[in-house]
């Protein structure tokens, strides 16, 4: 018998208020499902930096990968960076040294053409030499026997990280639309157990994420953290990550530099500066309009002593730190003011070559100087199930080389070609197995890296012995030697 005409039999004996009630009984499990069910994504990445913006931007840019379902869960608000527009004059102390292959990368995904091209600055020559011996080695392609047609003689071109995430926010609306979450905080990231019964979408190796935001979970066939050094992803995927801390601040300022000739001004700014010395490296790299960004790595006391200058003797002593003696340095570090005086004596009394260091410093940009603590990290493994790591979440790196920010693009690049592998071949984009081709050609790369600049860390940190004369006479002997200077510097390139 029917199921209506066995109802229509019963209607005469079941009083109406039943039925209303059976029938009100039937429909709420259908509107149950329907509100609790999560929603779904392909990838979803955790952090908007220019990491996680680049990795996403180029995910929907790929005819490939266009059409999966993304997603970014950011904590800050993203429409600042997007209405991005300062003054000339201003430049933002976060400024990042672009390698070829970076700016390569971002002209692939289509960013590098919303680039605010006004405020990147080029440069093709790198003095660096030692504070102790003052042995020193010039980078520049002309002196070397490898070809730079790749780079056009770009060591590297300065830009600030404000500039590329505008860009890529830029190119990112351009492009199908992603579900973006900002601001807003991760409220708890979790997995699900087993469904009971084998007939149901079985979730309980996805992610899922509740957000401040959004009133039900997401979740991820792909979690992808691109949330720095302390990375929430990280610690939900058991992942541990070692390293040390170098007990050294980075100090960094926006700083102008004093009027020359226009000649002076042109060579000048296609030049970048640094100066080991046995408390920390300081660099001088050029913006536009004159201007340069410092990054001095120095000792905590003497970063907060920095900091807490005028600008005028902040200039003075960011003048000393390419000028003077280290011996000099240590006493300047002990004055709680007046060093643009005692600088100016000093230099007046200390032999150095003019051309061989930076235009003195005319002025500091206000509020632009900051210091931020000194690490090395680096996570066992980028991949786990349905997890991937790029970036600082992966990899923190002492600002030496300038490679962090490099880094990071080159994690993007390799874990795009993985996911475009995982599409074309029908693989789980969150599988294990398809994730390992990213961790087995990033982790050893940046491994390498890691370590080689940690060695030179601590190799210019002796300031007296038998080392500083190898040292410096091995920095002299590189120098000669063209093909190996650019074979360092096409790795350093990303070539």
């Not at 003054?87 to 971002?106: G, V």
């Not at 609306?173 to 409220?187: M, R």
């Not at 940690?454 to 000669?480: A, C, F, I």
Request: glycine fraction near 6%; charge should be neutral; charged fraction near 15%.
């Amino acid at each position: 018998m029917r199921a209506d005409a066995f109802r229509s039999l019963l209607t005469p004996y079941i009083c109406p208020t039943c039925v209303r009630s059976l029938r009100n009984q039937r429909r709420r499990p259908f509107a149950t499902a329907v509100n609790s069910s999560p929603d779904i994504y392909d990838v979803v990445c955790v952090g908007g930096g220019p990491a996680g913006l680049s990795l996403l931007t180029a995910l929907r840019a790929s005819p490939i990968t266009s059409t999966l379902k993304l997603a970014l869960v950011e904590l800050q608000d993203l429409e600042p960076p997007r209405k991005w527009k300062p003054p000339p004059s201003q430049f933002s102390n976060r400024a990042s040294s672009l390698t070829p292959s970076s700016e390569s990368f971002f002209s692939s995904i289509g960013a590098w053409e919303h680039i605010d091209h006004a405020r990147t600055q080029p440069y093709n020559e790198m003095q660096v030499w030692d504070g102790v011996t003052s042995s020193r080695i010039e980078f520049d392609w002309a002196s070397t026997a490898v070809s730079s047609s790749s780079s056009n003689g770009i060591i590297a071109t300065m830009t600030e990280n404000s500039n590329i995430t505008h860009a890529l926010l830029t190119r990112l609306s351009s492009l199908d639309p992603i579900s973006l979450f900002a601001p807003t905080t991760i409220s708890s990231l979790f997995t699900v157990p087993s469904p009971p019964s084998p007939s149901s979408l079985d979730l309980s190796s996805y992610p899922h994420l509740t957000l401040s935001s959004h009133p039900s979970p997401i979740v991820a066939r792909l979690l992808v953290g691109a949330d720095g050094l302390n990375s929430p992803v990280r610690t939900f995927a058991n992942i541990p990550s070692r390293g040390w801390d170098y007990n050294r601040h980075g100090v960094v300022a926006t700083v102008k530099l004093a009027e020359s000739t226009q000649q002076d001004i042109n060579n000048a700014q296609s030049v970048a500066y640094q100066r080991f010395l046995p408390t920390g490296p300081i660099a001088l790299l050029p913006l536009p309009g004159g201007y340069a960004t410092l990054v001095w790595s120095t000792l905590p006391q003497h970063a907060s002593l920095l900091r807490s200058l005028p600008s005028k003797d902040l200039a003075a002593m960011i003048d000393a730190g390419f000028r003077l003696s280290p011996v000099d340095l240590t006493y300047l570090h002990t004055l709680p003011s007046g060093q643009a005086d005692e600088v100016r004596w000093r230099e007046d009394h200390t032999p150095f070559f003019a051309s061989k260091v930076p235009r003195t410093i005319a002025s500091v940009q206000e509020g632009s100087v900051a210091s931020f603590p000194l690490r090395l990290r680096h996570a066992d493994t980028y991949i786990a199930h349905r997890i991937a790591l790029v970036g600082d979440a992966a990899h923190t790196i002492h600002p030496l080389a300038g490679q962090g920010l490099n880094q990071g693009q080159a994690d993007v690049a390799a874990l795009v070609r993985t996911i475009e592998y995982a599409v074309t071949h029908g693989a789980d984009i969150g599988a294990e197995m398809s994730l390992e081709m990213y961790n087995s050609e990033r982790w050893a790369t940046n491994d390498r890296l890691l370590g080689v600049v940690d060695k030179l860390h601590k190799l210019y940190s002796v300031g007296s012995g038998p080392v500083v004369g190898v040292r410096g006479l091995g920095l002299e002997v590189v120098n000669q030697m063209g093909w190996l200077k650019g074979f360092f510097m096409k790795a350093a390139s990303g070539a």
